[in-house]
């Protein structure tokens, strides 16, 4: 532990000494030592407070230290946040006495390896203090962080913490001293885009991953093709976007490139995820051969080479754009009728005494193979284990959606999961509210210390059938923001707090946050979710 932290370490544990505006206090885990909600999301996992009210300089500079404090990655960050934090018009506005309690933020990363994978470390700790105070003798901001990915959580806290005073012109930051130190509950903790089912321009989906970025949600998973269409440029076998629904609705290998690249820098994941065999419709649009016939368009063509050289030949391709270790290859929803009667696979199954069960086991494992053979960790829904879970490979995680209880079977057979109970996390369900979004818990029935080690974490999935441009961000937020708390913060805060009071007042304040950054988050309390407000009213109480 660095030295300057355990001076900090120290002072945060000086508490009622000196004058009560100077007092740090270590408050009950949503309130500050006034009393009030904490208006952090989401919820850090440790933290004191004061009541001291702190100027942040407009010109604020950044002293980055250690050795990977000089990363691009932070230098970027920093840039973003603090034309968060400030208005483009605040250097103007500036005192001319220049007296500002904050004018400088430390950023101190310990390491200047910028790989990210699952579990890469995220934790940080953020003193902000006045100079010469009672139980403070240290000025300025301090984030240190093991990692860049960590500086950029703190960074987020950070901005949050920053508040414009109207009547000042100033940006403060109030219950001063602050002292945090956070670290995220699950290591996945994800949001699943849908297009497939609509087409998002590039633009969108950055505006997707800045929103993830806010609520410290990590793992984009990006459902880029189904039956609907096959957007994604795939060199190997160039004929398949031919199944995009026209030539103006796909993605380039560079703009996949920079999609990665983009999310990135933002500390987040790109899980990407082609769903076979049952929703393969549109990949014969390029190469009708894929489909067992011409009126049996999906599952794909089980008992066919050339099938499973596509899907190597995907994989391959798309192993050059998506580093992440996991990769999803679906899975789910395979009505395996049509081989039965499709004469050329019914005979390739009779030849093997195979089953159409058999075939769809078949199918998944060799999948499976191909994407571990490219240094892969497969990831399928879970009808895969509910069919044939004593055969999925040891490397298997499997991502759970048909609905509670499904998490706790799969760690008991000791293999890793996600959970996505579609009955609260999936966000197309508009008539779910916001209290069952938060309230669902991907630890649920696993009392197992080991067990519970092996669920990941979970993810909220904005499915696209009645999603595009024009209304998913609303239908994303705020609702996403429930289950990122529940995935980032401690389980005893969470469940220490009133819903309809503390939680309730906390998500409105953030849903403004949102809006604020040009994010369309839709009201909180809506019966129907990403639904218009109906009628005048603040932010705050809509």
């Known amino acids: 532990m660095p030295p300057t932290l355990l001076t900090y370490l120290l002072l945060a544990l000086v508490a009622g000494s000196g004058a009560a505006s100077a007092r740090r206090h270590r408050s009950p885990a949503n309130l ?21 009210t702190l100027t942040v300089d407009p010109d604020l500079s950044l002293d980055a230290q250690g050795p990977g404090g000089g990363a691009a990655a932070v230098a970027e960050a920093f840039g973003r946040y603090r034309s968060l934090i400030f208005s483009p018009w605040a250097h103007a506005a500036r005192s001319a006495s220049g007296a500002y309690d904050v004018s400088t ?48 959580r703190g960074l987020e ?61 990590n793992v984009l998973h990006w459902h880029i093709i189904d039956e609907q269409s096959f957007p994604l440029e795939i060199p190997s076998y160039p004929n398949l976007w031919k199944g995009s629904y026209s ?55 089980v008992s066919s080479n050339f099938t499973f050289e596509v899907i190597s030949g995907i994989l391959s391709d798309m192993r050059k754009i998506f580093p992440f270790g996991m990769f999803h290859l679906g899975g ?34 060799r999948a499976q193979e191909i994407a571990i053979h490219l240094n892969w960790t497969p990831v399928n829904w879970e009808e895969t284990f509910n069919s044939f879970g004593e055969n999925l490979n040891p490397l298997t995680v499997v991502h759970n959606w048909l609905g509670p209880g499904v998490c706790p079977k799969v760690v008991a057979k000791g ?90 007042s906390r998500l409105h304040y953030f849903r403004c946050l949102l809006n604020h950054r040009g994010i369309a988050a839709a009201p909180v309390t809506n019966f129907y979710a990403r639904r218009p407000p109906i009628g005048p009213g603040s932010c705050f109480i809509q």
């Open 157 to 217: 806290t950070f901005s949050q913490l920053c508040v414009f005073n109207y009547d000042t012109k100033n940006v403060e930051v109030r219950y001063a001293p602050w002292y945090i130190q956070d670290e995220p509950r699950f290591a996945f903790r994800g949001l699943l885009l849908d297009t497939s089912r609509h087409y998002y321009p590039v633009d969108v989906i950055k505006q997707v991953i800045d929103s993830m970025s806010f609520a410290k949600l």
């Open 247 to 301: 030539k103006l609705e796909r993605y380039t290998v560079e703009d996949a490139q920079y999609i990665v690249s983009y999310a990135k820098k933002r500390g987040i994941h790109v899980m990407a995820e082609i769903d076979v065999p049952g929703h393969g419709e549109s990949w014969g649009n390029g190469y009708p051969k894929l489909w067992p016939s011409p009126s049996c368009t999906e599952p794909l063509d």
């Open 332 to 365: 789910d929803e395979v009505y395996t009728g049509c081989w039965n009667v499709t004469p050329h696979v019914k005979q390739w199954l009779d030849e093997r005494n195979m089953t159409t069960k058999d075939a769809y086991k078949y199918f998944v494992l």
């Open 415 to 504: 293999l890793r999961c996600i959970m996505s109970n579609q009955g609260a996390w999936y966000l197309d369900h508009l008539d779910v509210p916001w209290e069952e979004v938060y309230a669902e818990e991907p630890l649920a029935g696993i009392s197992d210390a080991a067990q519970q080690k092996l669920v990941l974490g979970g993810e909220v999935c904005m499915w696209g059938e009645t999603a595009d441009t024009s209304d998913a961000l609303q239908t994303i937020w705020p609702r996403a923001a429930a289950a990122a708390e529940r995935m980032w913060s401690p389980l005893e805060a969470i469940s220490a707090q009133d819903l309809e009071t503390t939680v309730l």
């Open 32 to 52: 500050t030592a006034s009393g009030n909600p904490v208006y952090l999301w989401p919820l850090p996992k440790n933290f004191t407070s004061g009541t001291q």
């Open 105 to 152: 933020l430390t950023v101190v990363v310990a390491s200047a390896d910028e790989t990210l994978e699952l579990g890469v470390d995220e934790s940080y700790r953020i003193y902000i203090g006045a100079a010469g105070g009672v139980s403070s003798i240290v000025g300025g901001a301090t984030i240190e962080a093991n990692t860049i990915y960590g500086a950029i």
